[in-house]
């Protein structure tokens, strides 16, 4: 068996690929630029720095990234290219992203707040296809983070990462949690791996400094100083800074709550909020100008139960749990049936998910080619009316109101706007009805069944009881069509 090479200089071939140029020499690897004739796009490899007396961590890490990387697919993660073993040389190459990591802009602190919250949902949404992967990055930082030209974001270095499906080496082979102080869950530092709302509480952290130019829990690098936050929360932003949105100080406290329990369950439901700020449930966190009380902290300094150590379900149970339902509702005249039993299909579907989100959704559909008017035959805006409409639809749910929110969306074609803000808030689940056949539905195509074929996750298509129909002297879609209101099918 040879042995690992030390070092590495430009000019050398290592299997095909030639070393142009260092790009950054970290604590735990080097970046180097490299080609390959077959390989026209950009390359960079990865390489341990791996010297007599290292850290032997930076073994274990690079063995966890070249276990993980591989197995990742989509735009929130690099491409990989090739994988060097151990025995020859250790390296990973993958695709060279243009421009620079998140890191670069903290010169410009802080940010608006509305760059900062579109920052958070493009990082939120990589989370949540990482979290889908079975993957907890555990490394969240801006320097971790780049955006491809087409806007999404990409996560990097995942030595420190836990895969649900494979061995974690770092949890094996040491007894110390590992990550980058400024950004470590309370959990991490008790040794938990496994827990995706880790990634959450450092994208809290993130969004906190780069909103306030100030770390939530300052720069400290000892244990002994990280660990104060198992019972010390932050200074609200709004004491910081006191033009801070409300909002944004509900959202950011809410990632950065001790107990896991009281975060957002999963990165998607972060980023629908970070989406729809006016429809975030304001709490008391959103109102805060101090921080907790001293009986609160020595509670929690002496409350055991915060400090044990708790064992999380696999990744994929943690998400299914906390999916994000969105339910298409008919406001229209003669619906009453159909709605109830979308109602009671929704109750069936959130009364085993506690943890579940609806998003309650109208489409107020538009002429191709008229000019519509926003208010209605006495004056009163639609859109209000039928938010209102759609809260009084929901309220038999009795859902906490941070697990419901409600969306009127104007389009030509309900179909599509449906699918389009499922896309986009990344809906778990879709629900919506479907009406008897009537004549307009045989010319125009069923609604449900568009949503049904293209839609990126579950859907179920709900039927009302034909006793309903008996009698009926006009089909439900005819009826549709010349109120200009969209059917729900």
Not at 193 to 201: P, Y
């Given at each position: 068996?040879?042995?690992?090479?030390?070092?590495?200089?430009?000019?050398?071939?290592?299997?095909?690929?030639?070393?142009?140029?260092?790009?950054?020499?970290?604590?735990?690897?080097?970046?180097?630029?490299?080609?390959?004739?077959?390989a026209p796009r950009p390359l960079l490899m990865k390489v341990p720095n791996i010297a007599e007396g290292g850290d032997p961590a930076t073994i274990v890490s690079f063995e966890m990234e070249q276990m993980i990387l591989p197995r990742l697919s989509g735009v929130h993660v690099p491409k990989i290219v090739a994988v060097g073993d151990f025995a020859e040389q250790p390296y990973i190459v993958m695709e060279g992203l243009p421009g620079k990591s998140l890191f670069h802009r903290l010169a410009e602190l802080p940010l608006s707040y509305a760059e900062v919250a579109g920052i958070g949902v493009k990082i939120a949404v990589a989370l949540d296809d990482l979290h889908r992967q079975h993957v907890v990055h555990l490394d969240v930082k801006p320097s971790n983070i780049m955006f491809r030209s087409t806007g999404e974001a990409v996560l990097l270095d995942f030595g420190l990462s836990h895969h649900d499906q494979l061995p974690d080496?770092?949890?094996?082979?040491?007894?110390?949690?590992?990550?980058?102080?400024?950004?470590?869950?309370?959990?991490?530092?008790?040794?938990?791996?496994?827990?995706?709302?880790?990634?959450?509480?450092?994208?809290?952290?993130?969004?906190?400094?780069?909103?306030?130019?100030?770390?939530?829990?300052?720069?400290?690098?000892?244990?002994?100083?990280?660990?104060?936050?198992?019972?010390?929360?932050?200074?609200?932003?709004?004491?910081?800074?006191?033009?801070?949105?409300?909002?944004?100080?509900?959202?950011?406290?809410?990632?950065?709550?001790?107990?896991?329990?009281?975060?957002?369950?999963?990165?998607?439901?972060?980023?629908?909020?970070?989406?729809?700020?006016?429809?975030?449930?304001?709490?008391?966190?959103?109102?805060?100008?101090?921080?907790?009380?001293?009986?609160?902290?020595?509670?929690?300094?002496?409350?055991?139960?915060?400090?044990?150590?708790?064992?999380?379900?696999?990744?994929?149970?943690?998400?299914?749990?906390?999916?994000?339902?969105?339910?298409?509702?008919?406001?229209?005249?003669?619906?009453?049936?159909?709605?109830?039993?979308?109602?009671?299909?929704?109750?069936?579907?959130?009364?085993?998910?506690?943890?579940?989100?609806?998003?309650?959704?109208?489409?107020?559909?538009?002429?191709?080619?008229?000019?519509?008017?926003?208010?209605?035959?006495?004056?009163?805006?639609?859109?209000?009316?039928?938010?209102?409409?759609?809260?009084?639809?929901?309220?038999?749910?009795?859902?906490?109101?941070?697990?419901?929110?409600?969306?009127?969306?104007?389009?030509?074609?309900?179909?599509?706007?449906?699918?389009?803000?499922?896309?986009?808030?990344?809906?778990?689940?879709?629900?919506?009805?479907?009406?008897?056949?009537?004549?307009?539905?045989?010319?125009?195509?069923?609604?449900?069944?568009?949503?049904?074929?293209?839609?990126?996750?579950?859907?179920?298509?709900?039927?009302?009881?034909?006793?309903?129909?008996?009698?009926?002297?006009?089909?439900?879609?005819?009826?549709?069509?010349?109120?200009?209101?969209?059917?729900?099918?």
């Amino acid at each position: 068996m040879k042995m690992v090479k030390p070092s590495l200089e430009s000019g050398a071939i290592i299997d095909g690929f030639r070393i142009e140029e260092c790009v950054h020499k970290g604590g735990m690897a080097t970046l180097w630029r490299v080609s390959r004739p077959d390989a026209p796009r950009p390359l960079l490899m990865k390489v341990p720095n791996i010297a007599e007396g290292g850290d032997p961590a930076t073994i274990v890490s690079f063995e966890m990234e070249q276990m993980i990387l591989p197995r990742l697919s989509g735009v929130h993660v690099p491409k990989i290219v090739a994988v060097g073993d151990f025995a020859e040389q250790p390296y990973i190459v993958m695709e060279g992203l243009p421009g620079k990591s998140l890191f670069h802009r903290l010169a410009e602190l802080p940010l608006s707040y509305a760059e900062v919250a579109g920052i958070g949902v493009k990082i939120a949404v990589a989370l949540d296809d990482l979290h889908r992967q079975h993957v907890v990055h555990l490394d969240v930082k801006p320097s971790n983070i780049m955006f491809r030209s087409t806007g999404e974001a990409v996560l990097l270095d995942f030595g420190l990462s836990h895969h649900d499906q494979l061995p974690d080496l770092m949890q094996e082979e040491y007894r110390v949690p590992f990550g980058t102080a400024p950004y470590m869950s309370p959990e991490q530092l008790l040794g938990i791996r496994n827990d995706r709302r880790s990634d959450l509480f450092a994208l809290g952290v993130l969004l906190y400094f780069f909103s306030t130019k100030m770390r939530p829990f300052g720069e400290s690098e000892s244990m002994s100083g990280m660990r104060r936050r198992l019972w010390r929360d932050p200074v609200p932003p709004r004491r910081l800074r006191p033009d801070y949105p409300a909002w944004l100080q509900e959202i950011v406290l809410r990632c950065l709550e001790i107990e896991p329990a009281w975060r957002y369950p999963t990165a998607s439901q972060l980023a629908f909020d970070l989406s729809h700020p006016d429809q975030i449930k304001l709490t008391k966190r959103s109102e805060r100008q101090q921080r907790d009380p001293l009986t609160t902290v020595l509670r929690r300094r002496f409350n055991k139960e915060i400090t044990r150590s708790i064992v999380e379900p696999a990744l994929a149970t943690q998400i299914a749990s906390a999916p994000i339902v969105a339910v298409a509702v008919d406001l229209m005249e003669g619906s009453v049936s159909l709605n109830d039993e979308l109602r009671t299909a929704a109750a069936r579907i959130l009364a085993t998910l506690p943890s579940a989100r609806l998003a309650c959704l109208n489409v107020l559909k538009l002429g191709r080619v008229t000019l519509d008017s926003t208010l209605d035959e006495q004056g009163r805006s639609k859109q209000i009316d039928r938010l209102v409409a759609l809260r009084h639809w929901a309220e038999p749910l009795k859902l906490e109101q941070h697990r419901l929110t409600a969306h009127v969306l104007e389009a030509v074609d309900p179909a599509n706007a449906i699918l389009e803000f499922a896309r986009a808030n990344r809906i778990d689940h879709i629900l919506l009805g479907a009406r008897q056949n009537s004549l307009l539905r045989s010319l125009l195509g069923s609604v449900s069944a568009k949503v049904a074929a293209e839609a990126p996750c579950t859907v179920t298509v709900v039927r009302p009881a034909r006793s309903a129909e008996v009698g009926s002297e006009s089909s439900p879609d005819e009826a549709a069509a010349a109120s200009g209101q969209a059917p729900s099918e």
